[in-house]
T-cell receptor, first 117, second 112 residues
Framework: DAGITQSPRHKVTETGTPVTLRCHQT?????MYWYRQDPGHGLRLIHY???????DKGEVSDGYSVSRSKTEDFLLTLESATSSQTSVYFC????????????????FGEGSRLTVL | GQNIDQPTEMTATEGAIVQINCTYQ??????LFWYQQHAGEAPTFLSY????GLEEKGRFSSFLSRSKGYSYLLLKELQMKDSASYLC?????????????FGQGTELSVKP
């Protein structure tokens, strides 16, 4: 199994509070991703990173920011949590991103369940 | 943009064969992935197709037709543990960072 850990695994917070989710990998993979998963929507990309300090927006980035100061850590921050951000958040990593002979499949962490009251 | 469609739910019988279809629209196609996700768990990689044809891996096979924008996942000799959600995902050359766009997933229930 790919070495990916997410923390916290479960969190309940109130509307308006800041929240940071952490993704830590031990695989030294270049690419890291944050997805959210909601019933009826599947997995939707929030932000991704293609290297240290290199990040870009996904399809549902409003209300979220990310940072990657080290290869192994990718942080997702909700500056002011809203009830619409209640979801399960998955971090994923990829070695090549599909730009080499490697298939570039994503390996997922166990998920962080966030509830915003 | 990219669009991926797959059935929401399917039911099959233990020991049978089931085919889960996925249709997609994308420019710069650069690979199609199938993932399995059990309830409350992380998605796990099942298969990858980038060229037309069938890829077989044990009881699971995946087929791709790029001209038709179509793929299917074939599960043989179904077992109860195959009850899960099956996610189809597509990658495009135009998607920087190798990101995958996922369909909504197909919830498969295997009955005795």
């Amino acid at each position: 199994d790919a070495g990916i850990t997410q923390s916290p695994r479960h969190k309940v917070t109130e509307t308006g509070t800041p929240v940071t989710l952490r993704c830590h990998q031990t695989e030294n993979h270049r690419y890291m991703y944050w997805y959210r998963q909601d019933p009826g929507h599947g997995l939707r990309l929030i932000h991704y990173s293609y290297g240290v300090k290199d990040t870009d927006k996904g399809e549902v980035s409003d209300g979220y920011s990310v940072s990657r100061s080290k290869t192994e850590d990718f942080l997702l921050t909700l500056e002011s949590a809203t009830s619409s951000q209640t979801s399960v958040y998955f971090c994923a990593i990829s070695e090549s991103g599909g730009d080499s002979a490697n298939t570039g499949e994503l390996f997922f962490g166990e998920g962080s369940r966030l509830t915003v009251l | 943009g990219q669009n991926i469609d797959q059935p929401t739910e399917m039911t099959a019988t233990e020991g049978a064969i089931v085919q889960i279809n996925c249709t997609y629209q994308t420019s710069g196609f650069n690979g199609l992935f199938w993932y399995q996700q059990h309830a409350g768990e992380a998605p796990t990689f099942l298969s990858y197709n980038v060229l037309d044809g069938l890829e077989e891996k044990g009881r699971f096979s995946s087929f791709l037709s790029r001209s038709k924008g179509y793929s299917y996942l074939l599960l043989k000799e179904l077992q109860m543990k195959d009850s899960a959600s099956y996610l189809c995902a597509v990658r495009s050359f135009y998607n920087q960072g190798g990101k995958l766009i996922f369909g909504q997933g197909t919830e498969l229930s295997v009955k005795p």
